[in-house]
């Protein structure tokens, strides 16, 4: 197999197949090796066509390590870019992934973001002991762990919703939305998208002309960053979530998070805006009794409907003996702003500021954001207070 390195041809041995290179790591996840299955992604995306310079940028690595990492594999597969720690090229990791997450949690409880920021707070020394440090960790040692934690990042949260729906916190109401994330000026990897509900970030001058003001407002319709999809239910619960490059999301990404949600639990409804008007969707969750409530949207078709939700024509073609009263659904649909308070509670814990660059570790700072919402709900449930505060005491 052969992809780009640079300007020049780099061959890449097939030592497994992509079947079997899939299970290794799925194996180093489950043994805690994140930089056996960092190094393994970076293979799997020279497997399917990257060139060197972007199978690194994926991974978050530099051009150097990557071409070191190539060869390694060339000459001896999964061995070769298992870390050595008792010297060459492996580095000794200076704190364990557990203390590492506590303390950039913490932090993020605190409103401090990015890892410059977050390694200042980590040498205030009542902090790092709380936290459970035997020192201060190191700047080299927090970049590494965003870079590390974006290739776990779902199977934590994962881990932490699984907590969650074992202490009987959900509902049997699902809701779906997807939010804006904006990124740096300088993030190469972000994108400008289109999203009328972003807004500004900047406070409005009342005083401008109106053809002012509506140039601003088109501006103001477009931001710099990616997206993030989430399925929440409960008291403000993130229960899936998928980090996109942009709001907007494809249906193939809807239905994946919809069904990681369902992996969770079987709820009554899944409530969606007018975005969620997608065919397959609906049918997927009906097949599952689960009724699916989104606006219809008339624009899809030439030929409109007299309905108001798209579960009005679906039901029909899987039962004749259900009927759904419209009322029922209005009311339904009406709860669906939960949400929104839930990406809100989010965005309290770092979700829409991320002080970070690149893909990889903006991914990072999103999925860190959801765990502390779900960890904040958990430490509230076990102090016997709501969880649905968005704020407790972390590290104690």
């Known amino acids: 197999m052969e992809c780009m390195m640079g300007t020049r041809r780099f061959d890449v041995t097939e030592h497994l197949s992509e079947e079997a290179l899939d299970r290794a790591i799925n194996e180093a996840q489950m043994a805690d090796e994140a930089r056996l299955v960092r190094r393994l992604c970076f293979v799997k995306n020279l497997y399917a066509g990257d060139v ?3 199978a690194a940028r994926r991974v978050g690595v530099s051009q150097a390590n ?9 000459d001896a597969g999964v061995d070769g870019l298992r870390p050595s720690f008792g010297g060459g090229w492996g580095r000794t ?10 303390g950039v949690l913490y932090c993020f409880s605190r409103d401090i973001y990015g890892v410059k920021a977050v390694t200042r707070e980590l040498h205030d020394e009542l902090i790092w002991r709380q936290c ?3 020192s201060a960790p190191s700047y080299q040692s927090i970049h590494r762990f965003f ?10 949260f994962t881990k932490l919703v699984e907590q969650v729906a074992d202490r009987d916190l959900l509902d049997n109401t699902f809701r779906i939305d997807s939010t804006y994330v904006r990124a740096h000026p300088d993030d190469a990897d972000a994108t400008w998208n289109y999203d009328p509900t972003a807004g500004s970030d900047d406070t409005e001058n009342e005083d401008d002309e109106a053809e002012d003001e509506e140039n601003d407002e088109n501006e103001d319709s477009y931001y710099y960053g ?3 999809l989430i399925v929440s239910t409960g008291p403000k619960l993130p229960i899936a979530a998928a980090f996109t490059q942009r709001k907007q999301v494809d249906e193939e990404t809807a239905k994946r998070v919809t069904r990681d949600a369902l992996a969770v639990e079987k709820p009554v409804w899944m409530l969606g805006d007018g975005g969620f008007d997608i065919l397959e969707w609906h049918d997927d969750l009906v097949d599952e009794a689960v009724v699916p409530v989104a606006p219809y949207n008339p624009r899809n078709t030439d030929d409109p409907l007299d309905i108001e939700y798209r579960i009005e024509d679906r039901i029909k073609n899987h039962t004749e003996d259900v009927h759904l009263k419209q009322s029922v659904l ?4 009406n709860r669906r702003t939960q949400v929104e308070r839930t990406i809100g509670a989010s965005k309290d814990c770092g979700l829409g500021t991320p002080r970070v660059r690149g893909r990889v570790h903006v991914k990072a700072h999103v999925f860190l954001s959801l765990c502390l919402r779900l960890a904040v709900a958990i430490a509230n449930y076990e102090r016997g207070a709501n969880p649905g505060k968005n704020s407790v005491e972390v590290c104690q």
């Open 52 to 54: 060197l310079e972007e």
């Open 66 to 74: 990557s071409s070191r990492w190539a060869h390694a594999w060339n």
């Open 93 to 102: 990791r200076e704190h364990e992934a557990p203390e590492l997450f506590k």
């Open 132 to 134: 459970g440090f035997d």
């Open 147 to 156: 870079t590390d934690f974006a290739l776990v990042a779902e199977d934590a």
């Open 226 to 228: 990616y997206g993030c």
């Open 330 to 333: 209005e009311e339904t649909y």
